[in-house]
C-alpha cells in the first residue's frame, strides 16, 4: 500500500492545503498567481516567464512540498505523473494569436502539456520518470494505478501526481505527493481517496 | 541613439515578461543574459523577433545572439547599423 | 512478471505508406524529405519537410474512415490498423485490448483552419473544425474504429510520447492489467508546429544531417507507428510467433531546461542506462541504436555526449532515421519502435544518411551504409521537451 501524504489544491481562486487555506477573492488569473508567488515570499525569477499552466502547477508543488518535503530523497527516486483534458490549449490559443504578427517562441515553448512537468523537476531537481496523460475528466483510476505501476519499481520512493488544467480563467489544479512511507496526511492511496480529495 | 535605448529597455520588459523590473533598473552597459538580468535561449529568441518587428532588423544566425545581445547599448548600436528601411 | 511480446507493427511515414514500403526506402537509401507541398504556409515549395504522400481522401479510402476526421487522426487510423491486421489476432474482443496512443498535434490540423475566418468575426469558421481538437479525441476516434473498449488512453510528452505510450502498454501487460496493447502514436504537419519550430530556429532549410558537425536543425515531418504487444499467453494460446520482445525501458527527467537538454546529457544517460538495467544486459549487448538524432546542434551534441558516457569508445552501430522521414514529433518514438523491429526482423542497421564528418567534440561515426549483421539487441531514444527521456530496448524473440 502506498500513502498520500500531502496535496495542494488551486481552483475558485483558492488556495489549499493540509495547513492552509487562502482566498483570492475578486482575483483573477494573473493576480491569484502573482498574489500567491508574493504573499508566499517566493523567489523565483523565471517564473513570470511561464504560461499560466506552468505557473500554477510551479505554485501548487511549490506548497505541497512546504508541507511535505523531498529533498532528502535522490533526484531519481522521485517520479511525476500529471493529466488534464485541456492539454495545453490555453497557451495554443495565444501562441496561435501571436502567429498573425510574428510567432512568439516564448510562447511556443508552453505549447505542450508536460512542459508543467519540466518546470517543477527543473526546480526542485526532480529527475525520475514523469508521464502525463490527456482524459476527459480527472480519472482517479488512471491515477491511481499509474502511480502505484511507478511506485512498483524499487528505486522509485515519492510521486508528485495531479492534474493541472487551464483554459482561460478556468483552473483547476490539484496535485499531491504519494509514497512508500507514512508522514502527513497517511491517507492509503486508493482511487476513492484520490476521487474524495479530487472533488 | 539615447532615445532607442529607453525605448528598447520598455519593449525588452515588455517582449520577455520582467515583471517586477522596472526600465530606469537596467543600466545602458550591463550584461543581459547569464548573470546580468539572467535572460536565457528563449528570450535571445524573443528579442530576435522583438528587432525583426520593431525595428526592423533582422537577425539570420540565432548564434549572433550573444554578441547582439551583450547589453542594451550593443543591442542599440547593431539596430542602428543593420535596419532595413 | 510477464514477459511482452510484439506480434504486430504498423507504420505511415514520408518514406512509406506501410512496413513493407518504408522498409523498401529504408534498405535502399530512399529520404522521404521534400519542400513542403500540402499545407497552405508561406514556406510551402520552401522548407524541407518529411510528409505523408497521402492525402486525406487518400488516407480515409485506405482505412474506411471518414475523410473530414483530422488527419492525425486518420494517420494514426492507417498504422494501427496495420499493426493488428499484422499480428493476425484473430478476435480482439476475446482479449483484455488497450489502446496507448500519443499525440501532440491532436486535431490542430483542422483547428487552425477554423481561427483565421473566427478571429475576422466570431460568427465565422465552420465549428466542425474544431470538434476533434482534443489529444484525446484522437485516441478515442482510433478506438472506435479499431474496436477498443476496454483500456484506452491518450500520452503527450512530447517527443517521447510514443515511446512512453508502448512502455506504459509493455507495463500493463507485465502486470497483468491487459492482455494485448495497441500502443504507438501519431502526428501530423501543421502550420501550428512549422511556425513554432521556426520561432525556436532549430529548423534546417536544407535535408538534415543529423549527427554531423555542420548539422543546422531538424526537418519536421509526419506519420504514425504502433506495436501490437501480447503477453505470453496469448502467444502461447493462439501459437502466435512474435517478432521481437520489449526487453527494457526507461523514463527520466532531464531537469535543466523546457526545450534544451542538458551538455552531459544526464536525463538520456539514465534513460539509456536504466533501459540497459531492466533489460539485464550490458551496453555491449546493443547491437544497434536507433538514434533521437534530430539534427539540432543542441540534441546531438548532448545525445551523442551520453552515449559515450554510457558506451564508451566501444559505442554501437548507430544511427538517427529521422534523416529519411524528419521528425515526427509524438509520433517519432513510435516510427522508430517499427523500425527497431524491422531491424532486428530483417537482421539489418540502417544508415545515417547525408553525414559526413563527425562532431569533433565527440568524434561518433554513425553507421554509413545499410548493412545486414547480426541484431539482437536494439535500443531506440526519443527526447521530449520538458526533459521529459524515454530509451527503449527491443530484442530479438530467440535472445
Not at chain 1, 34 to 44: E, M, N, Q, T, V
Not at chain 1, 119 to 148: P, Q
Not at chain 2, 19 to 28: G, L
Not at chain 2, 45 to 57: A, M, P, R, S
Amino acid at each position: 500500500m502506498n500513502f498520500i501524504s500531502g496535496f495542494c489544491k488551486l481552483r475558485d481562486f483558492q488556495m489549499i492545503t493540509s495547513s492552509e487555506h487562502k482566498s483570492y477573492g475578486n482575483a483573477n488569473g494573473e493576480t491569484f498567481v502573482s498574489g500567491l508567488y508574493s504573499d508566499h515570499k517566493i523567489d523565483y525569477p523565471k517564473f513570470y516567464k511561464m504560461d499560466m499552466q506552468s505557473r500554477l502547477g510551479f505554485l501548487s508543488a511549490e506548497f505541497l512540498f512546504r508541507d511535505v518535503p523531498v529533498k532528502d530523497y535522490p533526484s531519481d527516486s522521485l517520479s511525476v505523473v500529471l493529466s488534464n483534458a485541456d492539454g495545453s490549449l490555453d497557451t495554443d490559443l495565444k501562441f496561435d494569436r501571436s502567429c498573425q504578427t510574428a510567432a512568439s517562441p516564448s510562447l511556443f515553448v508552453y505549447t505542450l502539456s508536460n512542459i508543467v512537468a519540466g518546470e517543477i523537476c527543473i526546480r526542485h531537481g526532480i529527475k525520475g520518470e514523469n508521464a502525463f496523460f490527456i482524459s476527459a475528466s480527472f480519472d482517479a483510476e488512471l491515477m491511481c494505478s499509474y502511480v502505484d505501476l511507478t511506485l512498483s519499481q524499487p528505486q522509485t520512493k515519492a510521486c508528485l501526481a495531479g492534474w493541472i488544467n487551464v483554459v482561460e480563467e478556468q483552473h483547476d489544479v490539484l496535485v499531491y505527493l504519494v509514497e512508500k512511507r507514512q508522514r502527513g496526511l497517511c491517507f492509503e492511496h486508493t482511487r476513492e481517496q484520490i476521487s474524495k480529495l479530487y472533488y | 541613439m539615447e532615445q532607442l535605448i529607453g525605448e528598447l529597455k520598455i519593449q525588452i520588459i515588455e517582449a520577455l515578461n520582467l515583471k517586477h523590473v522596472k526600465p530606469e533598473q537596467i543600466s545602458d552597459d550591463q550584461p543581459l543574459f547569464g548573470e546580468g538580468l539572467g535572460l536565457d535561449s528563449i528570450d535571445a529568441l524573443e528579442l530576435i523577433v522583438l528587432l525583426q518587428q520593431k525595428h526592423n532588423t533582422k537577425i539570420a544566425n540565432a548564434q549572433d545572439g550573444p554578441k547582439i545581445f551583450k547589453s542594451v547599448r550593443s543591442i542599440a548600436e547593431y539596430i542602428t547599423l543593420h535596419k532595413t528601411s | 512478471m510477464n514477459q511482452v511480446f510484439v506480434i504486430g507493427a504498423g507504420v505511415i511515414s514520408a518514406i512509406g505508406n506501410s512496413y513493407s514500403e518504408c522498409l523498401s526506402s529504408l534498405m535502399h537509401c530512399r529520404s522521404g524529405i521534400a519542400a513542403l507541398t500540402t499545407l497552405d504556409s508561406i514556406h510551402k515549395g520552401k522548407l524541407p519537410v518529411g510528409e505523408v504522400k497521402l492525402s486525406n481522401e487518400a488516407l480515409a479510402e485506405a482505412t474506411g474512415g471518414n475523410p473530414a476526421l483530422t488527419r492525425t487522426a486518420l494517420l494514426g487510423l492507417h498504422a494501427a490498423q496495420e499493426a493488428v491486421k499484422d499480428s493476425k489476432l484473430p478476435d480482439l474482443g476475446a482479449w483484455r485490448v488497450g489502446l496507448l496512443s500519443a499525440t501532440t498535434v491532436g486535431g490542430m490540423d483542422k483547428t487552425e483552419m477554423f481561427f483565421p475566418a473566427f478571429m475576422q468575426d466570431s460568427k465565422a469558421g465552420k465549428l466542425k473544425n474544431v470538434v476533434h481538437h482534443a489529444c484525446g479525441s484522437t485516441t478515442e476516434i482510433m478506438a472506435g474504429y479499431l474496436g477498443v473498449k476496454d483500456f484506452i488512453t491518450t500520452i503527450n510528452t512530447a517527443c517521447s510520447s510514443s515511446v512512453n505510450a508502448i512502455m506504459m502498454g509493455a507495463r500493463m501487460i507485465r502486470h497483468n492489467l491487459l492482455d494485448i496493447a495497441i500502443a504507438g502514436g501519431t502526428d501530423a504537419l501543421t502550420r501550428f508546429t512549422i511556425n513554432g519550430f521556426n520561432s525556436l530556429m532549430i529548423l534546417d532549410d536544407e535535408p538534415c544531417k543529423p549527427f554531423d558537425a555542420n548539422r543546422k536543425g531538424l526537418n519536421l515531418g509526419e506519420g504514425a507507428g504502433y506495436l501490437v504487444l501480447a503477453s505470453e499467453r496469448v502467444i502461447g494460446n493462439l501459437q502466435l510467433n512474435p517478432k521481437a520482445i520489449i526487453s527494457g525501458y526507461a523514463n527520466t527527467n532531464d531537469a535543466y531546461h523546457q526545450t534544451a537538454s542538458s551538455p552531459e546529457g544526464n536525463g538520456s544517460y539514465a534513460a539509456m542506462k536504466n533501459a540497459l538495467a531492466m533489460a539485464d544486459l550490458k551496453s555491449s549487448d546493443i547491437d544497434y541504436i536507433n538514434l533521437h538524432g534530430t539534427g539540432t546542434k543542441n540534441n546531438d551534441l548532448s545525445e551523442g555526449t551520453a552515449v559515450k558516457r554510457l558506451f564508451g569508445e566501444q559505442y554501437p552501430r548507430l544511427s538517427s532515421t529521422k534523416a529519411y522521414t524528419g521528425h515526427t514529433l509524438g509520433a517519432s518514438g513510435g516510427v522508430e519502435a517499427v523500425f527497431s523491429v524491422m531491424a532486428i526482423d530483417n537482421q539489418c542497421v540502417f544508415p545515417n544518411l547525408r553525414f559526413k564528418t563527425a562532431m569533433p567534440e565527440l568524434g561518433v561515426q554513425p553507421q554509413m551504409e545499410m548493412q545486414k549483421t547480426n541484431v539482437n539487441h536494439v535500443m531506440s531514444n526519443s527526447f521530449g521537451f520538458g526533459g521529459n527521456c524515454a530509451s527503449i530496448i527491443l530484442s530479438s524473440f530467440k535472445s
